[in-house]
């Protein structure tokens, strides 16, 4: 019996309590909360008070290490492809064009002078798939893809969730891939010429 009332005295308090941090709160709304920001020292040391922000005017600021929309600086891309592997939902699609010998100061080099030896006329994120896990900017080895502090880019339309960050238009992906094609054939068709020389001289010496 005493254990009854016991429970009873105890959901009693824990009611009046739940009670009184409502009513503290209640009646502190008439006070403005602090501007720190969540990444601030003393954010968990202001003031209890307003803490709704009047939204798209006012809004928290995100902290510098927080993991938010991908974005791939092309220009030090080299290519490589290791971010696509390590996706582990595969929210991150690239295409590739080898650089042809007298295009590759054209391609130019990463900002660290690496000499790039790939186009990437395909390199589409979608950061709606994009569970903001890091790996793909962990392995990455140009540091060229990163996470962003933008956390705020919802849309209507969900291919506008799919962002672009290819270095050729369409046109000029089928003309380097053509130019490369005819280097191909360049190539092989001056290894057949040295072969069957080569055979030739062979031949003579017999």
Not at 6 to 11: F, K, L, V
Not at 18 to 47: C, E, P, S, W
Not at 101 to 119: A, E
Request: proline share 3%; net charge neutral.
């Amino acid at each position: 019996m005493s254990e009854y009332f016991r429970n009873i005295g105890s959901s009693v308090a824990t009611i009046l309590t739940g009670m009184g941090i409502t009513l503290r709160h209640f009646f502190n709304a008439v006070k403005r909360k602090g501007d720190a920001g969540i990444d601030d020292a003393g954010y968990f040391g202001q003031v209890d008070g307003l803490v709704t922000l009047q939204y798209p005017k006012e809004a928290v600021p995100t902290p510098e290490i927080a993991r938010y929309r991908l974005y791939n600086n092309i220009d030090d891309c080299i290519g490589c492809g290791q971010c696509v592997r390590a996706c582990p939902i595969e929210c991150i699609a690239m295409e590739t064009i080898k650089v042809t010998k007298d295009d590759l100061d054209l391609c130019g080099k990463t900002s660290n002078g690496q000499q790039k030896r790939f186009w990437v006329p395909v390199f589409d994120i979608d950061v709606a798939k994009c569970m903001t896990c890091g790996i793909c900017a962990s392995v990455c080895p140009t540091e060229c893809l990163y996470h962003t502090t933008v956390s705020d880019f919802s849309e209507f339309n969900r291919d506008y969730m799919i962002y672009h960050f290819g270095n050729l238009t369409s046109l000029e992906a089928e003309a380097k891939r053509r130019k490369l094609a005819d280097e191909k054939k360049a190539a092989d068709a001056a290894k057949a010429a040295a072969k069957q020389t080569a055979a030739g001289n062979g031949s003579d010496e017999k």
